[in-house]
């Protein structure tokens, strides 16, 4: 057997559903409110867009060439060197303190100053204004603890005064001079106020302008190793962000030539160092060859002599050649690495071929052999030195010619369009910003208002509704009047039009006809014919409804007597136009009262044919002891045999204990919940409290329901002259 599951547990399922229909009637229902905060936003967005300070953008194109760092007397072992200069290294050096620093002291950047204007729109007149405001610092000192923070600068014609940080005099002095005093020393060569005559100045520490170069400096290489570096600096003021920028374009290509040019001059040192031991042992060498040819008396080598002589100094020099070559592997390859074996098993076999001729040597005579030996020595440091002589010219003409390995492509240049704010987007997103925002209150209000939106909800609760009452503009100005008064303790002060007879067109009052016709039927079973009307709380409109539906039962004919039971702050009299002189309180206070009481003495007539009024009359202090005084059963009961209705408004009851002592005369009890004020859970607690009490609750009367699409699309409802009835 299927379960079908209860109405409990089918309202949480519904619950835990997200009803798409109702947030739409949600948004429909605060359409005007969602338009007007996105309006307001998107106000605020384009004042803001307009007032704040443009950011414009200076942008400048370097080249990075390939750098060799090997050594041209190396020959075909500097390619083995030659590498090739990473664009991250280039961009590290480029935002290094070294570089940065240096345009720190050249611009004089650790000096800013700012001139100070109206707050909100004062930037925005000034960029506007023809002439520029403009102070130009040629020197500044300050005390140590005045590094880095706000001074203030006022000018007076050429004079100007300067104060500190706390706002103490601490130099005057006159523009185009130097002015000084203790650690105080200001030297301003030029300065135009057009605009204001107050400026902030700050000394930064030199740390803190190079930090600041850093952060606002954005290198990057365009694409992917070309060597072409990108630079750009964002600044309000686009004149220094252009000035900045070629200042350290500037400073690294100089850093650069200064680098290459430091090769050179490394190299003629260490040339230098070594020549005058070369031509030493030249000189030597030279020396010792004639005194051995003047000792022996030989004067020349044979043929064959000269022949192992000259292969002698090629194999001399092509060993040292390899013995160069072999320091400089050594730091790069492991002995076991090919390159490195190859160079070693060439040098053995030069080596190999030296021993042969060295063998060679020894058959000679010993006058051939020893000039042979002194020979080859001078030949040998000859080769050397003049080497050395030829690279040094090399070293003297690439020390004078070195340009470096960087180039500036394209020198800084300022977009004339600010890149920053983007207005359009400021907009845009302010917009959404206020949509969003606007959304997102609607549905926060909606998630903590618990008010009853449909008669389902009480249903569901178990609590009958006999009536669904429509919203009318009369009836809410008349509330709020009333509220409003009721706070003030003024309620005398303002006559509250009863809806019934003044407006018997209305459709609050067509509903209360029906209600009407509900009461007929559901007051066959009751005890007596007195019914008492309640609600939870204050402003629900039970007075209304209490008035307009006594109006709407005499108008049938039948007689009907209205009781303003709220002793406390009942205004029921303004609405009957009646006094309140006298009425229920002093009925109930009254101490000659004997037998049958003379409540007719209390109760005023006239306004509405059919209908008698008694008023609350003098407010008691002791209100709810009057309630259960018997001279109230006697009212009840006679009252009861005089008309055909009764109708009692009394105080709401989770505010006061009025109307549970009331409801026990009353054979009908009816409640009354505000549309979209009062919570459904509020009305269960106020059935207990009056079950509690002894009085058995009827049912509701679901007042002022307004024609909301969330509703609608909510609760499959539709609207049938203006107030909501659930479809068949």
């Known amino acids: 057997m299927q379960n079908t599951p209860s109405p409990a547990q089918q309202q949480r399922h519904d619950d835990d559903e997200i009803d798409l229909g109702r947030l739409f009637g949600l948004l429909l229902d605060h359409k005007w409110l969602i338009v007007g905060i996105t309006g307001a936003f998107m106000v605020l967005g384009v004042v803001y867009a307009m007032l704040s300070t443009p950011i414009y953008q200076a942008d400048a194109l370097l080249q990075v060439e390939k750098k060799s760092s090997g050594m041209p007397a190396l020959g075909e072992l500097s390619e083995m060197f030659a590498q090739e200069s990473e664009a ?3 961009i590290e050096i480029m935002k290094s303190r070294m570089v940065v620093g240096a345009v720190v002291d050249q611009l004089k950047l650790t000096n800013v100053v700012q001139p100070n204007y109206l707050p909100v729109i004062g930037n925005f007149l000034a960029r506007r204004a023809e002439e520029k405001d403009q102070v130009l610092i040629e020197a500044l000192q300050v005390p140590q603890d005045q590094i880095g923070k706000a001074l203030t600068l006022e000018f007076d014609g050429p004079s100007y005064q300067l104060f500190d940080s706390e706002g103490e005099l601490a130099l005057t002095g006159t523009v185009g001079q130097k002015a000084s005093k203790g650690d105080w020393v200001l030297h301003i060569a030029d300065a135009q106020t057009p605009n204001t005559h107050e400026f902030t100045l700050v000394k930064k520490s030199r740390l803190k302008a190079i930090t600041d170069v850093q952060e606002s400096l954005g290198i990057s290489e365009r694409g992917k190793q070309t060597g072409i570096l990108s630079a750009s600096i964002q600044n309000a003021n686009g004149k220094y962000a252009q000035e900045v920028l070629n200042a350290v374009a500037s400073e690294y290509m100089l850093q650069n030539i200064r680098r290459n040019a430091a090769e050179a001059e490394n190299s003629l040192e260490f040339l230098e160092r070594q020549i005058p031991t070369i031509k030493d042992n030249l000189n030597e060498a030279e020396d010792k060859l004639n005194q051995y040819r003047l000792e022996s008396q030989s004067v020349d080598l044979s043929l064959e002599t000269k022949g192992l002589l000259d292969q002698l100094v090629e194999l001399e020099k092509s060993i040292n050649e390899l013995s160069l070559k072999e320091a400089e592997l050594s730091r790069l390859y492991t002995t076991q690495h090919p390159t490195y074996q190859a160079l070693i098993e060439q040098k053995a076999n030069l080596q190999a071929d030296r021993d042969r001729l060295a063998n060679q040597i020894k058959d000679l005579p010993e006058t051939q052999q020893q000039v042979l030996r002194y020979t080859r020595d001078v030949e040998v440091n000859q080769e050397i030195y003049l080497q050395l002589l030829n690279r040094m010219q090399e070293l003297n003409v690439l020390k004078a010619g070195t340009v470096g390995n960087v180039r500036i492509l394209d020198e800084a240049v300022v977009k004339p369009i600010p890149v920053a704010p983007k207005k359009p987007l400021i907009v845009v997103l302010a917009t959404m910003l206020g949509g969003m925002l606007a959304v997102g209150i609607v549905f926060v209000r909606a998630m903590f208002n618990r008010g009853v939106e449909s008669s389902e909800q009480l249903e569901q609760e178990g609590i009958n509704v006999y009536a669904s009452i429509p919203k009318s503009d009369t009836q809410e ?12 303790k ?3 002060a303002v006559r509250a039009p009863l809806l019934a007879k003044e407006d018997p067109t209305d459709l609050a009052i067509e509903s209360l006809r029906g209600l009407r016709t509900s009461l007929h039927f559901a007051m066959l079973e009751a005890r007596n014919n007195i019914i008492m009307i309640s609600g939870p709380s204050p402003g629900v409109g039970k007075s209304f409804v209490t008035g307009n539906l006594a109006a709407v039962l005499a108008q049938t004919g039948a007689k009907v007597l209205l ?5 406390r702050r009942g205004y029921l ?3 009957m136009n009646a006094v309140n002189d006298k009425g229920l309180a002093d009925l109930l206070a009254a101490r000659d009262a004997t037998g049958d009481l003379n409540y007719k003495a209390y109760t005023q007539s006239g306004y509405v044919d ?18 259960m005084h018997s001279r109230m059963e006697q009212l009840m009961e006679q009252t009861a045999k005089d008309y055909d209705y009764v109708l009692i408004d009394t105080p709401p009851i989770l505010a006061v204990t009025d109307a549970a002592i009331v409801g026990r005369y009353a054979g009908t009890t009816l409640l009354i919940a505000r549309f979209g004020m009062t919570p459904a859970k509020e009305l269960v607690h106020t059935v207990k409290r009056f079950e509690q009490n002894g009085v058995e609750v009827k049912g509701a009367i679901l007042n002022s329901v307004e024609r909301k699409a969330s509703s609608y699309y909510g609760y499959g409802y539709n609207y049938h002259y203006g107030y909501a009835y659930k479809s068949e």
């Open 477 to 488: 100005n008349m509330n709020a009047k009333l509220i409003k008064l009721a706070k003030r």
């Open 88 to 90: 991250a290294t280039e």
């Open 573 to 575: 009299h303004n609405m």
């Open 490 to 492: 003024q309620t005398d």
């Open 610 to 627: 059919n209908l008698d009024f008694m008023p609350r009359g003098t407010s008691a202090p002791n209100p709810a002891e009057l309630l």
């Open 563 to 567: 009781i303003d039971g709220d002793i």
